[in-house]
Structures are given as C-alpha cells and as structure tokens.
C-alpha cells in the first residue's frame, strides 16, 4: 500500500489551483496537469508500507488544533510547476511533531526538507519565457480542520488517491 499524510483543499483554494491550471493550459502549458480531486498538501510521504492502522495511531499521538493556511506564490521544481504556501509556523510545527510521531515508531517516510507545495503539472513543458507563467500567482486560504492519511493506487486515468482515515477537529 502507498502511502501519504496530506490536507485537502476547500473550494475557494480548488477554484484558485484549477483557474491557474486553465490559464497556463492557454499560455500553451503542456504536460500531466494535477486533476482537482487529487489536489493537496502532502505533509509526510511513507511510500510502499503494509500497516495503515499503524500511522493512524502514530497520527493520533500528535495534538491537533486547527490553523489557517494560505496561497503564496507559483515556482518550479525542474519540470515540476507548484503552488506554494505561504510561511506558517503552525503548519511547520504541526509537520515537525507528525514526523517526529512517524519516526518514533519506526513508520518509514521521506525525509526531504518539508517544503509546502501543492503540484500542479507534472513533466510540464513550456516554450517561452517562464516567468510569464510566475506573475500571477492564486489567492485562497482556508482553515486546516482536518488532516488525512491517503493511499495511491494508478488508475487508467492516472492515480487515485483514496482517504483511509485521519485526524480532525470538531
């Protein structure tokens, strides 16, 4: 099973990525664009891993509360183009004690710099200047309430990202 610990987005956010999207496809952006229901915020990725009852208990050890997030810019990673998030010591924070959760219980997971981003066009190629696609970066934010321990599976269509369970506030 592979696995990964991300938010998912409410609709003002959703609007923001997917109007981005259709305005690069315009600007002859071409490339694996993110569907909307697969974006979000990967906080911890575990990969190939048997046991999801086990990260859930680890994610239930780490306190919750919630906390505002919100849009911050437009970069790319090689031929990867994100949305980024704006600084937010709550969420950094919050990604610090999961991981720390994550580690002390021997749950593998990859130990990148947390770097907040949301993909939006995987293998992307783009045959002008690209910093025409960076000058109008989304705006959104919304409150983080939840968040949420997803499987990956590859579909016809590409992945699918299904919700085994997570942590929420009420």
């Known amino acids: 099973m592979r696995l990964f610990i991300a938010i998912g987005f ?10 981005l999207q259709s305005e690069w496809k315009v600007l002859g952006v071409r490339g694996n664009f993110t ?19 086990s990260v ?7 306190s919750f509360a919630p906390f505002s997030i919100n849009l911050d810019g437009i970069g790319t990673f090689r031929d990867i183009y994100w949305a980024g998030i704006a600084e937010n010591n ?10 720390r959760a994550l580690a002390e219980n021997a749950i593998p997971y990859d130990r990148k710099k947390f770097s907040p981003h949301i993909t939006l066009v995987r293998r992307a190629e783009f045959n002008r200047n ?17 968040v949420s321990l997803m499987t990956s599976t590859r579909g016809k269509s ?11 506030t009420n």
């Open 10 to 19: 409410g609709e003002e956010i959703l609007q923001a990525l997917t109007k």
């Open 90 to 99: 709550s969420l950094s924070n919050y990604v610090r004690r999961l991981r």
């Open 158 to 168: 590409g992945m699918i990202y299904t919700k085994v369970g997570g942590v929420e």
């Open 56 to 62: 859930l208990e680890a994610m239930n050890t780490v």
């Open 130 to 146: 690209i910093e025409e696609l960076l000058k109008n970066p989304p705006n959104g934010a919304m409150e983080v309430k939840s």
């Open 35 to 53: 569907p909307v229901q697969n974006l979000h915020l990967t906080l911890a990725f575990i990969g190939e891993y048997g046991n999801s009852d």
